[in-house]
């Protein structure tokens, strides 16, 4: 009975692990554009100000 439980376990664990990787990575490039357009921004009004 045991085997079985971890066999799930493990299942759910390969299933998810994935989804989890692929939401991470929509997130940490979503930051990456709006770090990137602020610091255009700021380099625009530098410009401006210059």
């Known amino acids: 009975m045991t085997i079985s439980v971890l ?12 989804l989890a990787f692929l ?5 940490v490039e ?3 554009e709006d770090t990137e357009e602020l610091g255009e921004s700021i380099e625009g009004e530098a410009e401006e100000h210059d």
């Open 23 to 27: 939401a991470g990575c929509n997130t």
């Open 7 to 18: 066999k799930r376990m493990s299942l759910i664990a390969l299933l998810t692990a994935p």
């Open 30 to 32: 979503g930051l990456g």
